[in-house]
Every structure is written in structure tokens, then in C-alpha cells.
């Protein structure tokens, strides 16, 4: 009931939060990592960024796609130990733009992995984490008309892909209201 409750809540907001415009998505990959980029360092995890040429510009909502990009990066750090890498990719993959967030923590607990998108399943209780991180993500990309999906890397850690519809669900208008 409680977690039914939480996702009403949190595709309402990203319902009423969506303002579309035409996103850079190369300035969009910028902004969010020198936003975070002093945090990693604190924290002593090398932030990195690969942007593939000739990046489409997306009809989508700006402040929803720093939303995830940011929760998603924030994750990777965590999961990261000193002297770890997250790194950032974005390309185009079948008409649609494709972000990667790749680390190399520890990866996600098998008991977790099925659940990992689900309301307050969260792997860092001894952290604080409520859990609801990845749920918001993943009702945001799917309020983008997107998929969000997780598996291990070879050699350790995870990777996280956003991938969005270059024409965005949200960006279409309303064929009921006049423009």
C-alpha cells in the first residue's frame, strides 16, 4: 500500500514537473558533472565524461533529465571506493540518445537486482538511502517515454543506460489544447 502510494506520488510530480524544450545534450552532460565534480573529488573518485560526436538535440524536459542523470551519478559515486573511476557516456544507439553511467563498485547484491527500481529497496541503509532514488528514476524516464536498465560490468561494478526517444513522448503536443 505504501509503496503503491509512492509511485502515485512520484509519477504525479514528474507529471506536473514536465516543461519541454529543445535540450543540448552535450551542455546538458557538462552542466550535471562540473556540478558534481567537486563532490567527487572530495570523495576522491575521478568524474569522467565521453560525448559522442554530433549528439542530437532532444525535445524533453531539461530539469527532469538533470534529475536522473544527477541521482544516477551520485549512485555510482557511492558505490565507489577512493580512487575509483564513474564515467558518463553519452551516444545515439537506433534513433535514440543513450546515457551510461558506469562504476566500478561492488555491483548490485543478487537479492537486490530484481527489485532494484522498486520503492525503498535501497543498498545503502548504512548510509542513510531511503530507497526511493532509482524508483524516481526510473518513473521519470518512463514519464520521458524512455527505459532505464542496470547490469553488472565485466571485471566489476555496474552500468546504468538511460535511453530516450530523440522526438521525446513528453515533447508531442496535446491534441487537446491549441497552441
Do not use: W, Y
Request: proline share 6%; glycine share 10%.
Amino acid at each position: 500500500s505504501i509503496e503503491r502510494t509512492v509511485r502515485t506520488l512520484m509519477d504525479s510530480a514528474a507529471r506536473a514537473q514536465c516543461d519541454v524544450a529543445e535540450v543540448d545534450v552535450a551542455e546538458l552532460a557538462e552542466r550535471v558533472t562540473l556540478l558534481l565534480r567537486l563532490r567527487f573529488r572530495d570523495a576522491g573518485v575521478e568524474l569522467g565524461v565521453e560525448l559522442a560526436p554530433g549528439l542530437p538535440p532532444l525535445r524533453s524536459d531539461v530539469g527532469l533529465l538533470q534529475q536522473i542523470l544527477v541521482n544516477l551519478l551520485l549512485n555510482a559515486g557511492d558505490a565507489s571506493p577512493p580512487g575509483g573511476r564513474v564515467e558518463l557516456r553519452v551516444g545515439v544507439v537506433d534513433a535514440r540518445v543513450e546515457f551510461e553511467v558506469l562504476d566500478r563498485g561492488p555491483g548490485v547484491a543478487r537479492e537486490v537486482r530484481e527489485r532494484i527500481f522498486d520503492p525503498f529497496v535501497t543498498t545503502k541503509e548504512h548510509a542513510g538511502g531511503t530507497g526511493l532514488g532509482l524508483a524516481m528514476v526510473r518513473s521519470l524516464v518512463t514519464e520521458l517515454d524512455g527505459t532505464v536498465a542496470f547490469d553488472d560490468r565485466e571485471g566489476g561494478g555496474t552500468r546504468f543506460t538511460v535511453s530516450l526517444p530523440i522526438i521525446t513522448k513528453a515533447a508531442e503536443p496535446d491534441p487537446g489544447v491549441p497552441e
